[in-house]
Structure formats: C-alpha cells, structure tokens
C-alpha cells in the first residue's frame, strides 16, 4: 500500500526558506515521478516540481530559480528546498508519487509565509 507522508511546513516571513519532506512506503522508485503541488485557497491544485526516477526535474515558472527538487532512492523520499520564498507561495503542499497513469497523494502540509 502506498503512503506518502509530508514534513516540514510553517510559518516563515517573506524571503526565508523551508525544506519539506515527503517519506514514501510501497512504492516502486524505478520509472515513477514524483513531485510537489499546492494549492492555495479558493484556487486550484497546481504543479510546483516533479522529479523523475531519472532525476529529470521540471519546474513551475513561478517556482524557477528558488525552490529545488530532490529524491533519495534508497530512502525513498523527496525533498522540495525552497527559498526566497514569497506570500504568493502560501498554500498547502502535496506530495505525488506517480508509477504509471495512477496519481498518489498524501495528507498536505501548510506552507504560509507572511509580508
């Protein structure tokens, strides 16, 4: 059974940084994307990053030059590094792991960064 379980939201003012984590169980790492969406209120959930098993990244506009993507195979997690952050930014992030046509979620975390 899949499970993605994110860390690492809060509180941070405008132009600090946060690190999330996602820990992933059941996965298969071989082919799979994984990646980071968020979704602010009243808007829709949106791409943020997506890291291929290959370590091919791709990058909203929006986030290009300040967050980075990563992924540890061996222990099966991604990391989303992002800096210069923005009251823009604010959202919750979601953590996707997605080894075909099938998308995998976990819970969220917040993510608010204040003027």
């Known amino acids: 059974q899949v499970q993605l379980v994110e860390s690492g939201g809060g509180l941070v003012q405008a132009g600090g940084s946060l690190r999330l984590h996602c820990a992933a169980s059941?996965?298969?790492?071989?082919?799979?994307?994984m990646g980071w969406y968020r979704q602010a209120p009243g808007k829709q959930r949106e791409l943020v990053a997506t890291?291929?098993?290959?370590?091919?990244?791709e990058y909203a506009d929006s986030v290009k030059g300040r967050f980075t993507i990563s992924r540890d195979s061996a222990k099966n997690t991604v990391s989303l590094q992002m800096n210069s952050l923005k009251p823009e930014d604010t959202a919750v992030y979601y953590c996707?792991?997605?080894?075909?046509?099938?998308?995998?979620w976990g819970q969220g975390t917040q993510v608010t960064v204040s003027s």
């Open positions: 059941g996965i298969i790492f071989s082919g799979s994307v």
């Open positions: 996707n792991y997605r080894p075909g046509l099938r998308a995998y």
């Open positions: 890291i291929t098993s290959g370590g091919v990244t």
